[in-house]
């Protein structure tokens, strides 16, 4: 018996998988395809060969909504030695998996366990999102699976946008969009210059349902690189833009034009239900003092960034809805669109007039030309004021009134008007507006680089700073400016640190405090030896191997004057080259001057629209290199 036992144990775990695994590895053809792509694709375990989508719409009679049904098939392939990856589909409120799988070549089920759970992201407070996944393994090169998912849409609105690329690359990837008669859709076409796009229009001559059908051959996989664009400006898509639908005899209206992406947005305004009497104190309070009507605006903005934690919250139809001021002043918490509500409430108690206000950030390329979902993703207040528009966000922690952060410059804005909505744009500054200014005097003392210092910070330069020092505990403050004025070098010491009222983001900040440098100056016989450059200010800022612009978070403009005392009895016997490059996102200029017994050591780096281009990264690693020659070369004086 026992001996039977053990022979049934050996066929299950032993016979049994192998039969399983019939027909599933791959080929030498397979193999030899795999390796071609891996030196294609040298930074990629994994590609698609093949990727279909299958797009259809239907209306639900019981809610009278347009639902979409998006089944995506893909062939994926390792094209390493082994790979693990993940695949996973996103859903919420809105939507639903209906299915979720993965098969051998053979249409066998894989045994890989499927997950559902919330997704989690450090950004959101909460969010409904949740996400369906399973951890794939490719044992061999060559190995493939068929992956297949179906997802359902409960309502056409939340159906926003189609993308060719994938986090791996795609062989061939297709869109096939039926639209039936009773249904007006638009497809918006983006970023499909240079990317031989094949489309094809058909009608069914049955259902009379127009066939869209968009191919790609040899997609390329995501850019992973940071300070990227957001990817509507990297990468062909399409909006999906339903216009309206007929329901029986029923014309039914969704986004046919941006005046109906406002009359959405303001039936979601319709519900709610602030309650002013909550805060109608507070602002008694923090206006109770002003001088003016300008202090008084200043106090309640100010009030809201300093005591209103931003936590983002998305879940259903809260990711568009304001919450209610009342309920953000009590919990002391909201998000862009709860923010931007409790200053425009606080304000209207006020007695001005102060508006919500839709905006897409620079992470978004869409304008309100296009109705969408898509083309906000971020509230803000406006305020009229003495005939000016005066564009607020609670977010912005340290903007001054009037300043404005880059990524929301230049962008369009949809502010409420009643029944109408009017479109402005944010203004845009130079980057002389966020100016920083670092100032030396130095000596030699003792063999050290010994002096006084200064920085200014101004515009975004600023507000950043002011943020990060107003987020630490108060006993730590002190130790973070050292840490920050020596760049954490222990040849810097700082000491003696004044700086003007961290929490003031009306006046420029500024910080004198004195330094001492060692291991920068050196004698040999009569000659002494000088590194004068000890910040290095973009010293290893080298891009390599970028393929996106390289965005900033504002546009930066930072100027160095660092000035020596050249000691008695010395001259100057040789001087560093200077250096300057001007191109048209970015100029710098680094030179050294004697003027009588002084050596100025002057630096410029300005980033005029706070980004360097792809097309500029070639020039500016090689200026890079040019530069860190430049830091390494020394000053030498000479005894007379």
């Given amino acids: 018996m026992k001996i039977r036992i053990i022979s049934v144990f050996f066929f299950i775990f032993f016979c049994t998988p192998a039969f399983a695994q019939k027909n599933i590895d791959p080929t030498p053809i397979d193999v030899q395809n795999a390796r071609k792509l891996r030196e294609k694709y040298p930074k990629d375990d994994v590609a698609i060969m093949e990727s279909r989508e299958v797009i259809s719409f239907d209306l639900n009679k019981s809610d009278g909504k347009v639902t979409v049904s998006n089944i995506t098939n893909e062939e994926l392939v390792n094209i390493n030695h082994r790979a693990d990856i993940r695949k996973y589909e996103f859903y919420d409120n809105e939507s639903e998996i209906e299915s979720f799988s993965l098969k051998y070549r053979n249409d066998r089920t894989t045994p890989f366990a499927i997950k559902d759970e919330m997704y989690k992201d450090k950004d959101l407070f909460y969010m409904d999102a949740r996400v369906k996944y399973m951890t794939i393994d490719f044992p061999v090169q060559g190995y493939s699976y068929n992956y297949q998912v179906k997802k359902k849409y409960n309502d056409v609105k939340y159906f926003t946008s189609l993308y060719f690329n994938d986090e791996f690359p795609v062989l061939k990837k297709e869109f096939l969009i039926t639209v039936p008669e009773w249904l007006t859709v638009e497809l918006k076409e983006f970023n499909f210059e240079g990317c031989n796009i094949k489309k094809t229009k058909s009608v069914d001559p049955a259902t009379k349902a127009t066939v869209y059908k968009y191919t790609m051959e040899n997609v390329p996989a995501h850019f992973d690189e940071e300070n990227a664009p957001g990817r509507s400006y990297l990468y062909p898509h399409i909006l999906v833009i339903a216009k309206s639908f007929k329901n029986k005899d029923n014309q039914v209206t969704l986004f046919n034009s941006t005046a109906d992406l406002y009359k959405w947005y303001k039936s979601l305004i319709g519900m709610m239900q602030d309650d002013p009497s909550v805060f109608k104190d507070k602002v008694a309070e923090l206006t109770a003092t002003a001088k003016t009507d300008e202090e008084k605006i200043k106090n309640i903005y100010y009030w809201v960034q300093d005591n209103i934690r931003y936590i983002a919250f ?15 002043f009590s919990k002391r918490y909201g998000d862009c669109k709860g923010m931007g509500n409790l200053i425009k409430q606080m304000l209207t108690v006020a ?7 839709w905006i897409g950030t620079k992470h978004i390329a869409y304008d309100y030309t296009t109705p969408s979902l898509a083309v906000d993703n971020h509230m803000i207040c406006t305020l009229f004021y003495k005939g000016k528009k005066y564009f607020l966000d609670g977010t912005e922690k340290f903007n001054s009134f009037g300043e404005y952060a880059e990524r929301i410059q230049n962008k369009e804005v949809m502010i409420e008007n009643g029944d109408q909505f009017l479109i402005e744009k944010v203004p845009s500054v130079s980057s002389e507006f966020n100016k920083e200014i670092f100032k030396a005097n130095l000596k030699i003392v003792d063999g ?8 200014s ?31 954490s070098d222990k040849n810097i010491k700082v000491q003696n640190i004044k700086s003007s009222d961290l929490k003031n983001r009306d006046q420029k900040l500024t910080m004198d405090y004195e330094v001492a440098v060692e291991n920068r100056v050196s004698d040999f016989d009569n000659d002494m030896y000088i590194d004068l450059e000890y910040m290095n200010e973009y010293k290893n800022f080298e891009l390599k191997d970028r393929k996106t612009d390289y965005e900033f978070d504002y546009k930066t403009n930072y100027e160095s004057n660092v000035s020596l005392a050249i000691p008695a009895g010395y001259k100057v016997t040789k001087m560093p080259e200077n250096l300057a490059i001007n191109e048209n ?4 200029d680094v030179k050294f001057i004697q003027t009588g017994n002084e050596i100025s050591y002057k630096k410029s780096f300005v980033f005029k629209n706070g980004v360097i281009k792809a097309n500029e990264v070639e020039k500016w690693n090689a200026f890079v290199k040019n530069l860190q020659e430049t830091y390494n070369q020394q000053i030498i004086l000479s005894k007379q």
Avoid: W
Wanted: some cysteine; proline content about 2%.
């Fill in 314 to 328: 998305e879940d259903g139809i809260a990711g568009f809805k304001p919450d209610e001021s009342n309920n953000v």
């Fill in 351 to 357: 007695g001005f007039d102060a508006r919500l206000t």
């Fill in 448 to 455: 050290k680089l010994q002096g006084t210092c200064s920085k």
């Fill in 457 to 487: 910070f101004a515009g975004e330069s600023r507000s950043q700073l002011l943020h990060i020092m107003n987020s630490l505990k108060s006993d730590k403050k002190d130790e973070a400016l050292e840490r920050y004025l020596s760049k």
């Fill in 585 to 588: 996102n970015f100029a710098v």
